[in-house]
């Protein structure tokens, strides 16, 4: 059990699925959408499927919660009894959530923080979010959680594939992505997070299909004699496609210890679109 009164906080980017937020009881910041006539907040009042049918109108932007609905949290999470926060953010090469949480952090006189940037982005980060929680439902205690999440940080690693370049151009986050890849190439790049949290391309393939049996090669490659790993599916308007990624991960990995499946948030699929095919892997025990 949770002796020692830690709460797990996530922002939204870490797509942790939503029975799983429930059933460890996280608390999760979440980010904003912005539309020249309206903000949303990811998670809570616009679905993935609503910013799809407005992309071919507007491509929205998104932000960091505002200091005030973040200190907001962490009161809520003292008010609940909690003694310490284990936030856990996506990449900081990739959104400032990370330094806003660390600052606001600092300023908790009554909680003991640790903020981890997983330097990941989706279920890559997620998932260590619900390690830790597992590894405190185990009674593993405050110091071993932390020293363990920054070792797993290193093992643990998300391949996407998505249809198009522009929305990530857009967006300004395109990172080391080399643009100029040609759609009329039919390239597709497979991305991930570099060691320093932000996107580059793994390898590149030509056509979808190419492109998606490289990826599952790449999972084996990482995978390799691992004793213990966990995988993990994630798409934007792709569920099709999806689903038959994971029957076939299954089916490669059948010694895989948890398997996870969902739909990325609306804050990242603006910056993705439609199309988006991604697979995680987190090695646990080489």
């Given at each position: 059990m949770n002796k020692e009164k830690i709460a797990i906080l996530v922002d939204s980017g870490t797509d942790v699925p939503a029975e799983l937020m429930e059933q460890y009881h996280m608390y999760m910041i979440p980010l904003k959408i912005i539309y020249s006539d309206r903000e949303y907040i990811d998670k809570v009042d616009i679905t993935p499927e609503e910013i799809y049918?407005?992309?071919?109108?507007?491509?929205?932007?998104?932000?960091?919660?505002?200091?005030?609905?973040?200190?907001?949290?962490?009161?809520?999470?003292?008010?609940?009894?909690?003694?310490?926060?284990?936030?856990?953010?996506?990449?900081?090469?990739?959104?400032?959530?990370?330094?806003?949480?660390?600052?606001?952090?600092?300023?908790?006189?009554?909680?003991?923080?640790?903020?981890?940037?997983?330097?990941?982005?989706?279920?890559?980060?997620?998932?260590?979010?619900?390690?830790?929680?597992?590894?405190?439902?185990?009674?593993m205690d405050w110091q071993t959680v932390i020293k363990q999440l920054e070792t797993l940080v290193k093992q643990t690693k998300v391949f996407f594939n998505v249809a198009t370049l522009e929305y990530l151009q857009?967006?300004?986050?395109?990172?080391?992505?080399?643009?100029?890849?040609g759609t009329a190439l039919k390239l597709n790049p497979i991305i991930s997070c570099n060691e320093e949290g932000i996107y580059y391309t793994v390898a590149k393939a030509r056509g979808r299909k190419k492109s998606l049996d490289k990826t599952v090669a790449l999972i084996k490659e990482r995978v390799g004699n691992a004793k213990v790993f966990n995988l993990a599916v994630a798409h934007g308007a792709a569920e099709e496609e999806a689903h038959a990624m994971e029957a076939r991960l299954r089916q490669e990995f059948p010694q895989v210890q948890q398997m996870y499946f969902g739909q990325i948030s609306p804050a990242l699929v603006v910056h993705t679109g439609p199309g988006l095919l991604g697979v995680g892997v987190q090695i646990l025990e080489a």
């Open positions: 049918e407005k992309l071919p109108t507007e491509i929205p932007g998104t932000s960091l919660p505002d200091g005030e609905t973040i200190t907001a949290i962490f009161d809520q999470i003292k008010a609940d009894g909690y003694e310490k926060v284990l936030a856990i953010t996506i990449s900081s090469g990739l959104s400032g959530t990370y330094n806003v949480v660390r600052l606001i952090a600092e300023q908790q006189t009554a909680l003991e923080t640790y903020i981890l940037d997983t330097k990941n982005i989706g279920i890559g980060a997620g998932f260590s979010a619900i390690q830790a929680a597992q590894w405190l439902e185990d009674g857009k967006g300004g986050r395109i990172g080391l992505v080399a643009s100029i890849l």
